[in-house]
């Protein structure tokens, strides 16, 4: 089979980011999550911004993934338009430190929802009779947006503000760049340089620590 010139073709400039992506402080944040009070959606924001996740990953989650005893997280799936697939890269499979705070938002939500069991999404949906997570994007419309416009944010806000946001406090907070990019989970650190900022375990925890002290005081 012969190979198709195409793939060979580079646009120049096309890989360029036409605007620069949203960012919330810990104040616009706060004042975001004061406009959500239905759940799951105020627990799915606070665990986006908390870890940094992308929403993929985010509705990914299952119960069984987290180790509360040694306050871990594991990443590793993604879902996508309703399909279960694999992480983004073999770096996003990742055990991520599980602040204390957030542990307990978790919790919170883990005996209000009806889908509690280890094999059970975190955030299933009950329309789908818990078989699958809510679909993000019917989230960002039915609660994200509307809650930005409330609380006078941006109308650019989306899942991807959540991340930006927690790779831009911890650059605020200098954390060392590799901690960075371990907890954002790139496997180029040119990524976590040029495109999401404007180790040890222990520093892990540490740097994941700070940044949920800022925004779950």
């Known amino acids: 089979m012969r190979e198709n010139p195409m793939r060979l073709v580079r646009v120049k400039d096309a ?5 620069e992506p949203c960012v919330l402080t810990v104040q616009e ?15 799915m ?11 993929t990953e985010l509705v990914g989650l299952q119960w069984s993934d987290f180790d509360w005893d040694g306050m871990k997280v594991m990443v590793q799936r993604a879902v996508v338009a309703g399909r279960v697939d694999r992480v ?17 938002v978790l919790l919170n939500w883990k005996s209000q929802s009806q889908f509690s069991r280890d094999a059970d999404w975190v955030f299933a949906s009950p329309h789908q009779a818990g078989r699958l997570p809510y679909r993000p994007w019917g989230v960002q419309q039915r609660s994200l947006k509307p ?7 941006k109308p650019a806000i989306g899942w991807h503000t959540f991340r930006h946001s927690y790779s831009t406090l911890l650059r605020h907070l200098k954390v060392d760049v590799k901690v960075q990019q371990e907890l954002l989970r790139h496997a180029d650190i040119r ?8 180790g040890v375990s222990d520093d892990l925890r540490e740097a994941n620590g700070k940044v949920v002290r800022l925004l779950l005081p």
Do not use: H, W
């Open 15 to 19: 890989s360029k980011r036409e605007k």
């Open 88 to 104: 983004k890269t073999k770096y996003s499979r990742k055990r991520m430190p599980l602040a204390p705070a957030l542990a307990d």
């Open 147 to 153: 809650a930005g416009e409330r609380s006078g944010l």
């Open 29 to 43: 944040f706060q004042r975001l999550l004061n406009q959500i009070s239905e759940e799951p959606y105020r627990t």
């Open 191 to 198: 990524t976590t340089l040029n495109v999401y900022t404007q």
């Open 45 to 55: 924001v606070i665990t986006a911004m908390c870890l940094g996740l992308r929403v």
